[in-house]
């Protein structure tokens, strides 16, 4: 299966490093120049349980040269989703895959927007990785990736890409009910990514301050809250599930918390912001997740300055 991975930061770079691996044919498109130069002439180096590896890879900013796809993965930040599936739009063919795998609400609707739904498929992964410097990542921490139908239909070709990524080593199941495990997804970066992103912690480091679990607590339960009132099955204690990959993932700083250190946008308004949005559809509020989305967008801004 020919896939062309759209996005070439950590995570673009750990699903398309591990497909490569075992013998897939990936081309990561990505628009950071030094990144993707990097990657197509000294290959990815990818570093795991302390080992760097270098996988030869394809890596281009041209989409176009990637030629035609049989699935396409979105890993880009959630705020260039739209113009990633505009550019995408060139690799398309009559039975190409458009798979989401990035964090956040939103997601399906831009995609949805330019290609036909009966294409897209949605997803999580619990993998954590960090981008080192250009053309090298971490892996730093595991769990397990859902991918599903828009119509819940457990389908062939759902089976054949979990298939795929389970012989690179991403443990993945085929869920009928997509929508609610990125919900679930949702509440995890919900409760980590801001506020490692303001206190400079790791994500596990989070759960060794009786602050920061307060916290936690408070910005999980009001989303668990607004997941519950608009019918979305949640499994077990969320705020337990949010521990749990917080402890995972203990050495990895959370996508947001990268953003922060390399001083760059926030995918808050897909997560945090996300959830005052939901919430106040149903007629509630979420001043946990207002107050700590207002402390991000003030801070993001001044990065512009
Ligand atoms: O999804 C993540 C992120 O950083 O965005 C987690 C699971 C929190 C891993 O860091």
């Known amino acids: 299966m020919k896939t062309v991975i759209m996005g070439a930061g950590a995570m ?12 897939g044919e990936v081309w990561l498109v990505g628009n950071k120049k030094e990144q993707v130069d990097t990657i197509s002439s000294v290959g990815l180096t990818f570093e795991e349980k302390g080992k760097p590896q ?6 281009t900013s041209d989409v176009a040269s990637a030629g035609k796809a049989d699935l396409v993965i979105f890993f880009v930040k959630t705020y260039d989703t739209g113009q990633a ?8 063919k009559e039975d ?11 997601n399906e609707e831009a995609i949805c927007k330019a290609v036909d739904r009966k294409k897209v498929m949605l997803g999580i992964t619990g993998h954590g990785a960090t981008l080192l410097e ?12 859902f991918i599903g139908e828009l119509d819940h239909r457990i389908t062939d070709r759902a089976l054949r890409i979990a298939q795929m990524f389970c012989n690179a080593g991403i443990e993945t199941e085929v869920s009928p ?52 009132k608009k019918g979305i099955l949640i499994e077990g204690n969320p705020i337990e599930k949010v521990r749990k990959i917080a402890e995972a993932t203990r050495g990895n700083r959370s ?23 939901e919430a106040k559809n149903l007629g509630i509020s979420a001043p946990y997740n207002q107050m700590i989305t ?11 300055i």
């Open 96 to 106: 190409t895959i458009f798979l989401t795998l990035q964090n956040g609400l939103g």
């Open 134 to 145: 250009p053309g090298r990542i971490r892996h730093a921490g595991q769990g397990k990736t």
């Open 177 to 228: 009910n997509i929508h609610d495990q990125v919900w679930q997804k949702l509440l995890v970066n919900v409760g980590i990514n801001a506020l490692t992103a303001l206190t400079g912690l790791k994500n596990g480091q989070l759960l060794d301050y009786p602050e920061t679990l307060r916290l936690m607590e408070a910005l999980v339960s009001e989303a668990a809250e607004v997941a519950k």
């Open 255 to 277: 996508s947001m918390g990268q953003d922060f250190d390399y001083k760059r946008r926030t995918e808050i308004d897909s997560i945090n912001g996300a959830i005052v949005r």
């Open 85 to 92: 599936v505009s550019d995408a739009l060139i690799l398309e």
């Open 54 to 59: 270098i996988i030869p890879m394809k890596a």
């Open 294 to 304: 207002d402390l991000i967008k003030v801070i993001e801004n001044r990065f512009q």
């Open 12 to 23: 673009g770079g750990l699903f398309g490093g591990l497909l490569t691996r075992v013998g």
